[in-house]
């Protein structure tokens, strides 16, 4: 069981990390906002027609909490954030937003504490620490660059759309044994076509003259692969893993979105930027490994509970 959770998460890691380079390309020849909303119509009515393939019903009888964070995780931790990060790629290179979006675990450790009442080790801070240090470094690229000066609006999007994606965790965690996996994924893609399209109408001349050929094989990979694949494999590995481990193997992403970047657009990175980015899975793993303490810790305590009260 545990190899399946490590294998659909790594599968989500290597999505995501191709993802940030599809997303650049796209966004630069598209209006981002049509590009979200392609992603999640098409992706949407792709699970909702293999749904009624393999026959599973998409309404699950889940009680008013479960519906509301159903909408929460599909608004505010789906379709919002993935906007920003999408619009924000044309804005960055995407090698800096793979490395930014490391910063989702940040966010998801701040919001875990906040709304799931968890508690912060210090190696949880350090690791947060470090997490921002190395993404000033990624940012600014070169000493000779100050931070404000190598600061973009497509850095502070990709930073805002992570800020949506550390919250996802709250809804999504609740949601891991009332619906499956498949069902919540179409949910999520609906919901939130529903919620970008009117976006479009805010939009001029969202509709390009031409369409250049490498889209039409570029979106149905990004799609399918992002928006399909990704989501369903990480929402299903929550089921096999704790989330310190989930947390474990995601810090691989930027590996594979530099690979992405480097092989399909030809970026190069500074060596700044690979200390900044060594800074960051450091901190990554710091932070993960003391989730996996404590979890160990807490798995140890009924049991130490149960020895105490055989021997009373």
């Known amino acids: 069981m545990k190899t399946r959770g490590y294998l659909l998460t790594l599968l989500t890691s290597s999505a995501f990390g191709l993802g940030a380079v599809l997303g650049k390309m796209a966004s630069s020849a598209l209006n981002p906002f049509l590009v979200a909303s392609l992603n999640f119509l098409i992706g949407g009515l792709l699970l909702l027609a293999f749904l009624a393939w393999r026959r599973i019903r998409l309404w699950q ?47 998801a450790t701040i919001f875990a504490v906040i709304f799931l009442r968890e508690h912060l080790s210090w190696k949880q801070v350090a690791g947060m620490l470090l997490l921002l240090v190395g993404g000033l470094f990624v940012i600014m690229k070169d000493l000779h660059n100050s931070f404000w000066s190598a600061f973009t609006l497509g850095d502070a999007l990709v930073i805002l759309g992570c800020i949506g994606f550390g919250y996802a965790l709250v809804p999504a965690k609740q949601l891991v044994n009332k619906i499956d996996a498949l069902p919540l994924t179409t949910w999520k893609l609906l919901i939130s076509a529903l919620v970008t399209m009117p976006l479009l109408l805010t939009q001029p001349n969202v509709i390009p003259n031409s369409t250049p050929n490498f889209l039409f094989w570029l979106m149905p990979l990004y799609i399918v692969s992002n928006f399909c694949i990704a989501y369903i494999t990480q929402q299903a ?11 474990t193997i995601m810090q691989t992403t930027p590996i594979f979105s530099t690979l992405s970047a480097i092989f399909i657009l030809g970026d190069t990175l500074s060596p700044l930027q690979l200390l900044g980015g060594g800074i960051m899975l450091g901190g990554g793993c710091i932070v993960a490994l003391s989730d996996m303490r404590i979890s160990k810790k807490a798995a140890q305590e009924p049991t130490s509970m149960a020895s105490s009260a055989r021997e009373s």
């Open 237 to 247: 590995g929550l089921k096999y893993l704790h989330a310190w481990e989930s947390a």
């Open 61 to 107: 009888p889940l009680a008013r909490r479960d519906w509301r964070n159903i909408i929460l995780l599909s608004i505010f931790g789906t379709a919002l954030p993935a906007c920003c990060i999408i619009y924000g790629l044309g804005l960055t290179s995407a090698i800096k937003a793979g490395f930014l979006i490391q910063l989702q675990g940040v966010m």
